[in-house]
T-cell receptor
């Protein structure tokens, strides 16, 4: 079963704008990871945030984690056309398998 | 290219035929995973190996599915008597799991291959 759920399902923004998507999950976690998938391709690991961390940055990406609400957010600042992709959160509750949500599809308009 | 590779990238087959996919992980990685992804959904876990040992199989992996990792390096996923419902993207991932005594933090960052897209007619 899929534990994470992303919101919104789809997002369309203008180039240069920020994109924010959220992820909610159900059980306790060791860490939460965000992945990007371009159409029909494999997944690219973006960032991992541990359960004892609240915020993490990587380039134009900012991830927050609120374990009390079992939720995380991914912010992409100053979006570019190349950011057009599906974004998935994945939780890692039991040390090996990842449990993914259905993803947020982001379209960046030029 | 030192990433995860998968072969073939696309496979079209007729219902009832057998298919086999191959995954070559990143060379020093001891863990290898198979996931399945259908259109509009996130990947779902199928099975994983630590070295050559298959440690867990999902309920999604029916008796028609078998996976091997004979020498702890590459892996194969075989589907026998394919059905139309088997049509999906099959993703392989690998990771290097290090225990805390070895300097790891117990995390498991998985690196994914490009996937094999299976279409069953």
């Amino acid at each position: 079963s899929q534990q994470g759920e992303e919101d919104p399902q789809a997002l369309s923004i203008q180039e240069g704008e920020n994109a924010t998507m959220n992820c909610s999950y159900k059980t306790s976690i060791n860490n939460l990871q965000w992945y990007r998938q371009n159409s029909g391709r494999g997944l690219v690991h973006l960032i991992l945030i541990r359960s004892n961390e609240r915020e993490k940055h990587s380039g134009r990406l900012r991830v927050t984690l609120d374990t009390s609400k079992k939720s995380s957010s991914l912010l992409i600042t100053a979006s570019r056309a190349a950011d057009t992709a599906s974004y998935f959160c994945a939780t890692n509750p039991n040390d090996y398998k990842l449990s993914f949500g259905a993803g947020t599809t982001v379209t960046v308009r030029a | 290219d030192t990433g995860v590779s998968q072969d073939p990238r696309h496979k079209i087959t007729k219902r009832g035929q057998n298919v086999t996919f191959r995954c070559d992980p990143i060379s020093e990685h001891n863990r290898l995973y198979w996931y399945r992804q259908t259109l509009g959904q996130g990947p779902e876990f199928l099975t994983y190996f630590q070295n050559e040992a298959q440690l867990e199989k999902s309920r999604l992996l029916s008796d028609r599915f078998s996976a091997e990792r004979p020498k702890g390096s590459f892996s194969t996923l075989e589907i026998q008597r394919t059905e139309q419902g088997d049509s999906a993207m099959y993703l392989c991932a690998s990771s290097q799991k290090r225990g805390r005594l070895a300097g790891g933090r117990g995390e498991d960052e998985q690196f994914f291959g490009p996937g094999t897209r299976l279409t069953v007619l």
